[in-house]
């Protein structure tokens, strides 16, 4: 089965650093990707997405990712947070054992933009 | 204004009794998700529904249940809730196939005493 894991709970950076945040999947044959962001007390919502094509991904609020299938992972970067960017920070990957929209997430980035 | 709503937002229950968490979409989305979010275990889908009349179990569904009469209602159901219950509950939708991205209520806060 298909899974995903963050390897940072937490992330301190200070403000107008850069930062990265780690994701990596378990290996499949094809996969769809996601990063979300939460914002305190609130849903997720979508940054950005990989389907197919070019491996960097550009996403909202100036973050993008890269996917690497040789090292099955998927890190998501930016380079100069702002304190607005405190939030909690979900990788996903789609199921690839069926054509449904189901997706699994990652544990969670924490991101603590201090200034 | 389009999106997805839950209600309640927040809800204290004695263990034992019995909830529904409603989940409402005006996007017209043929999928629909429940998951719940706990701290350091990210978000893990309790059930979820292709389309309407259809659902399946997802990573944990023990100990609920959903129905989906229609297109834009999934309610979720807590047939007699335990603490462990306690957690934070988003519903989703999507367009139903793998590339398409899910939209996110804003979550229901559940205490189960």
């Known amino acids: 089965a298909q899974s995903v894991t963050q390897l940072d709970s937490q992330v301190p950076v200070f403000e107008e650093a850069p930062v990265e945040l780690r994701c990596n999947y378990s290996?499949?044959?094809?996969?769809?990707l996601f990063w979300y962001v939460q914002y305190p007390n609130q849903g997720l919502q979508l940054l950005l997405k990989y389907l197919s094509g070019s491996t960097l991904v550009k996403g909202i609020n100036g973050f993008e990712a890269e996917f690497n299938k040789s090292q099955t992972s998927f890190h998501l970067r930016k380079p100069s947070v702002h304190i607005s960017d405190t939030a909690e920070y979900f990788c996903?990957?789609?199921?690839?054992?069926?054509?449904?929209?189901?997706?699994?997430f990652g544990q969670g980035t924490t991101l603590q933009v201090k200034p | 204004i389009a999106g997805i709503t839950q209600a309640p937002t927040s809800q204290i229950l004695a263990a034992g009794r019995r909830m529904t968490l409603r989940c409402t979409q005006d996007?017209?989305?043929?999928?629909m998700y429940w998951y719940r979010q706990d701290l350091g275990l990210g978000l893990r889908l309790i059930h979820y529904?292709?389309?309407?009349?259809?659902?399946g179990k997802g990573e944990v569904p023990d100990g609920y249940s959903v129905s989906r009469a229609n297109t834009d209602d999934f309610p979720l159901t807590l047939a007699s809730a335990v603490p462990s219950q306690t957690s934070v509950y988003f519903c989703a939708s999507s367009a139903g196939t793998r590339h398409n991205e899910q939209f996110f209520g804003p979550g229901t806060r559940l205490t189960v005493l």
């Open positions: 996007m017209r989305h043929n999928a």
């Open positions: 996903a990957v789609s199921d690839g054992s069926s054509n449904t929209g189901k997706l699994i």
């Open positions: 529904s292709n389309t309407a009349g259809t659902t």
């Open positions: 290996s499949s044959v094809s996969v769809y």
